[in-house]
């Protein structure tokens, strides 16, 4: 069974730092994009960050120049390294994965439980 599983989430002050770790368990056969998403009480889910299998990457304008994501393919895992963090961040955050479980060129969308992250003003 293909499970996503996320860490690294917490209380941080304002203008501090927190890095997210997903890591995607099971067997599978490749991943395609990986992805954070966010999602603030009262608020819809939003795209944070994604990462295609080539290292192509987008960012919401929201978090440009503060976070960055990266990948490790070998180890199935997604990264959010989070600086400059503002009481706006603050949020359940999602990890994201488009699976392929054998090959058969169908890619299925997984998610995260999601870790919270708090910034503190």
């Known amino acids: 069974q293909v499970q996503l599983v996320e860490s690294g989430g917490g209380l941080v002050q304002a203008g501090g730092s927190l890095r997210l770790s997903c890591v995607v368990s099971?067997?599978?056969?490749?991943?395609?994009?990986m992805g954070w998403y966010r999602q603030a009480p009262g608020k819809q889910r939003e795209l944070v960050a994604a990462?295609?299998?080539?290292?192509?990457?987008i960012d919401a304008d929201s978090v440009k120049g503060r976070f960055t994501i990266s990948r490790d393919n070998a180890k199935k895992m997604v990264y959010l390294q989070m600086n400059s963090l503002k009481p706006e961040d603050t949020a359940v955050y999602y990890c994201?994965?488009?699976?392929?479980?054998?090959?058969?060129?169908?890619?299925?969308?997984?998610w995260g439980q999601g870790t919270q992250v708090t910034v503190s003003s």
């Open positions: 990462i295609t299998s080539g290292g192509s990457t």
């Open positions: 994201y994965a488009e699976i392929m479980v054998v090959y058969d060129g169908h890619y299925f969308a997984s």
């Open positions: 099971g067997s599978i056969f490749s991943i395609n994009r």
